[in-house]
């Protein structure tokens, strides 16, 4: 196949994921510029961090009702719709105005970003049925990488060289906006090459190696009728199903061990592995460069299936989360300590991308986005406690019993897995 039928047959996933990056740059975008956004407003420390909350609780807000429409109206429109409302919230802010402006944008793009992901899982499930893997894999390499460049691209334009300081200087108001006014524009595009092509190409058929996600010929936005809307009350009844609802008890004691640790990692390196902050955040880094094994192992559990590796990527986070616990007791240094971070990264990236995957395979289709939806609300309100919780306890108890916490709910993760898969 030529380099362009190549590009053609992953047209959908490559438009999909660039709307998932600019979503998770957007984000990331913002804590880098707390220290501006003060300078520009006056406001605390306090007040920027609300504003950010709310972006993250509208965000999440949005996971189940997204996935209700994507059932109810199609997933074109729903990812289209988010698309184009988080380009008009980061629009907003390329002019100067009050603080009360920046708040109810954020709030905008919180709900603009949070519509993409729960969508996508579904659509790119029924575009690449035999590559669901590989294509939430890279869905989610794409996405991290929106993560490590957004703080890039605010470094570049707050230190920016004469040339671009010059054309900056055109804007109206500080030098930060430029970051949102050339998001907003790549997402109103992104919007519209996406409600451009996407039906046409889900219209043409999908996967050539298994067959069409959507039947040839059909509405990409079109919503199964055969079993109505669903209620819910069909929601609830997932729940009734031992299997589902102990996977989904993976996934929040998953989520509530990651994102404590992602939240405190670089504390924990200082106070409990005696390390510099310089070295931490270097260490810190790393966990997040190995996202790329996101492609390997979205791949990989196409060919052997999901649960193994579920269970051996859940298992080494584990283990490295617990060996992280116990290093700093006997004195390591930050070799050991590195190692056992990226460790711990190949582990939690590799796996996410599989659980996207298997949980699109254990939910009925017909309701399918809004089942997602119903997940990724419990799974992200778990990441959500999950530093208060740490914090309070570290306050309390120190670090290494906080960590000792979250080293416990990664292998009970694990543990769980490994049942679900002994006894498939």
Same mark, same amino acid.
């Given at each position: 196949?030529?380099?362009?039928?190549?590009?053609?047959?992953?047209?959908?996933?490559?438009?999909?994921?660039? &709307?998932?990056?600019?979503?998770?740059?957007?984000?990331?975008?913002?804590?880098?510029?707390?220290?501006?956004?003060?300078?520009?407003?006056?406001?605390?420390?306090?007040?920027?961090?609300?504003?950010?909350?709310?972006?993250?609780?509208?965000?999440?807000?949005?996971?189940?009702?997204?996935?209700?429409?994507?059932?109810?109206?199609?997933?074109?429109?729903?990812?289209?719709?988010?698309?184009?409302?988080?380009?008009?919230?980061?629009?907003?802010?390329?002019?100067?105005?009050? +603080?009360?402006?920046?708040?109810?944008?954020?709030?905008?793009?919180?709900?603009?970003?949070?519509?993409?992901?729960?969508?996508?899982?579904?659509?790119?499930?029924?575009?690449?049925?035999?590559?669901?893997?590989?294509?939430?894999?890279?869905?989610?390499?794409?996405?991290?990488?929106?993560?490590?460049?957004?703080?890039?691209?605010?470094?570049?334009?707050?230190?920016?060289?004469?040339?671009?300081?010059?054309?900056?200087?055109?804007?109206?108001?500080?030098?930060?906006?430029?970051?949102?006014?050339?998001?907003?524009?790549?997402?109103?595009?992104?919007?519209?090459?996406?409600?451009?092509?996407?039906?046409?190409?889900?219209?043409?058929?999908?996967?050539?190696?298994?067959?069409?996600?959507?039947?040839?010929?059909?509405?990409?936005?079109?919503?199964?009728?055969?079993?109505?809307?669903?209620?819910?009350?069909?929601?609830?009844?997932? +729940?009734?199903?031992?299997?589902?609802?102990? +996977?989904?008890?993976?996934?929040?004691?998953?989520?509530?061990?990651?994102?404590?640790?992602?939240?405190?990692?670089?504390?924990?390196?200082?106070?409990?592995?005696?390390?510099?902050?310089?070295?931490?955040?270097?260490?810190?880094?790393?966990? +997040?460069?190995?996202?790329?094994?996101?492609?390997?192992?979205?791949?990989?559990?196409?060919?052997?299936?999901?649960?193994?590796? &579920?269970?051996?990527?859940?298992?080494?986070?584990?283990?490295?989360?617990?060996?992280?616990?116990?290093?700093?007791?006997?004195?390591?240094?930050?070799?050991?300590?590195?190692?056992?971070?990226?460790?711990?990264?190949?582990?939690?990236?590799?796996?996410?991308?599989?659980?996207?995957?298997?949980?699109?395979? &254990?939910?009925?289709?017909?309701?399918?986005?809004?089942?997602?939806?119903?997940?990724?609300?419990?799974?992200?309100?778990?990441?959500?406690?999950?530093?208060?919780?740490?914090?309070?306890?570290?306050?309390?108890?120190?670090?290494?019993?906080?960590?000792?916490?979250?080293a416990a709910s990664q292998v009970g993760a694990a543990v769980l897995a490994a049942g679900l898969w002994i006894s498939e």
């Amino acid at each position: 196949m030529t380099a362009l039928g190549r590009l053609r047959e992953y047209d959908v996933l490559v438009l999909t994921a660039l &709307i998932w990056f600019l979503a998770k740059f957007l984000r990331y975008a913002f804590p880098p510029l707390f220290e501006p956004l003060q300078a520009s407003y006056g406001v605390s420390n306090a007040a920027v961090g609300t504003a950010f909350t709310g972006f993250m609780i509208v965000y999440a807000a949005m996971q189940f009702p997204s996935g209700v429409l994507a059932d109810r109206l199609g997933a074109v429109r729903v990812v289209v719709a988010g698309a184009v409302l988080a380009g008009a919230g980061a629009l907003v802010l390329v002019v100067d105005s009050p +603080f009360a402006v920046l708040v109810g944008a954020m709030l905008v793009m919180g709900a603009g970003t949070g519509a993409h992901k729960t969508v996508a899982v579904r659509l790119l499930s029924r575009v690449y049925p035999a590559r669901t893997g590989r294509a939430l894999g890279a869905l989610d390499t794409f996405g991290a990488f929106g993560g490590v460049v957004a703080p890039a691209a605010v470094v570049l334009f707050l230190s920016a060289p004469p040339a671009l300081a010059a054309a900056l200087s055109r804007l109206p108001g500080a030098d930060w906006r430029a970051v949102f006014l050339i998001a907003g524009v790549v997402a109103v595009g992104l919007a519209a090459a996406f409600q451009i092509r996407v039906p046409r190409r889900l219209s043409e058929g999908s996967d050539p190696d298994a067959g069409s996600g959507e039947e040839p010929g059909t509405d990409p936005n079109a919503v199964d009728e055969d079993r109505g809307e669903p209620g819910v009350r069909d929601y609830v009844d997932l +729940f009734r199903a031992p299997r589902f609802s102990a +996977f989904v008890g993976v996934t929040v004691l998953f989520s509530f061990a990651y994102n404590g640790t992602v939240a405190f990692l670089p504390l924990y390196l200082v106070d409990a592995g005696g390390l510099s902050t310089a070295t931490a955040n270097l260490i810190y880094s790393a966990l +997040f460069v190995v996202s790329l094994v996101q492609l390997v192992s979205g791949d990989l559990s196409d060919r052997v299936g999901r649960l193994p590796v &579920i269970v051996a990527t859940l298992a080494l986070a584990g283990a490295a989360l617990a060996a992280a616990v116990v290093l700093p007791a006997v004195g390591a240094g930050p070799v050991a300590l590195g190692a056992v971070v990226v460790l711990l990264g190949l582990g939690a990236h590799g796996f996410r991308p599989v659980r996207g995957a298997h949980l699109v395979e &254990i939910l009925p289709d017909w309701m399918a986005g809004g089942g997602l939806g119903v997940v990724r609300t419990l799974l992200m309100g778990a990441g959500a406690f999950a530093p208060a919780v740490v914090g309070t306890l570290a306050d309390a108890a120190g670090f290494r019993v906080a960590f000792a916490l979250l080293a416990a709910s990664q292998v009970g993760a694990a543990v769980l897995a490994a049942g679900l898969w002994i006894s498939e």
